[in-house]
C-alpha cells in the first residue's frame, strides 16, 4: 500500500509563489507516474500537472502552463509542484496521485491519492 501526503500549501497573495511537496511511503518497486490535481469548492477535481517515472516527459493543463513546474526525485520518494504567478482562481486544495497505468490526465489513471492540501489565494 503506497501512502501519499502533501505538504506546503498555504495562503498568498496573488502573483505570489508557493512549492508543493508530496512525500510517498510504502513505496512497491514498480514504474509510475505522478500527478497534481486540485479541486475548488463546489467544482470537479481537475488534472494540474503529471511527470513520468525518469521525468523525461511532463503535462500541464493550459490554465496553469508557464507558471506551474511539476519535478520528481525518485532516490526521495518525493513529487514537488512549483507554483509562480500565482492567481486567484488557483484557490483549491491540491493533491498528489500515483498512476501505476502511464502518464495521463484522467484521474482515473491514478490508484493512489494524498488527501490534500489548502492553497489560498488572495487578489
Known amino acids: 500500500q503506497v501512502q501519499l501526503v502533501e505538504s506546503g500549501g498555504g495562503s498568498v497573495q496573488a502573483g505570489g509563489s508557493l512549492r508543493l511537496s508530496c512525500a510517498a511511503s510504502?513505496?512497491?518497486?514498480?514504474?509510475?507516474?505522478m500527478g497534481w490535481f486540485r479541486q475548488a469548492p463546489g467544482k470537479e477535481r481537475e488534472f494540474v500537472a503529471a511527470?513520468?517515472?525518469?521525468?523525461?516527459?511532463?503535462y500541464y493543463a493550459d490554465s496553469v502552463k508557464g507558471r506551474f513546474t511539476i519535478s520528481r526525485d525518485n532516490a526521495k520518494n518525493a513529487t514537488y509542484l512549483q507554483m509562480n504567478s500565482l492567481k486567484p482562481e488557483d484557490t483549491a486544495v491540491y493533491y498528489c496521485?500515483?498512476?501505476?497505468?502511464?502518464?495521463?490526465?484522467?484521474?482515473?489513471?491514478?490508484?493512489?491519492w494524498g488527501q490534500g492540501t489548502q492553497v489560498n489565494v488572495s487578489s
Open positions: 510504502g513505496r512497491t518497486f514498480r514504474s509510475y507516474a
Open positions: 496521485a500515483e498512476s501505476g497505468y502511464g502518464l495521463g490526465y484522467a484521474l482515473t489513471l491514478y490508484d493512489y
Open positions: 511527470v513520468s517515472w525518469i521525468s523525461e516527459t511532463t
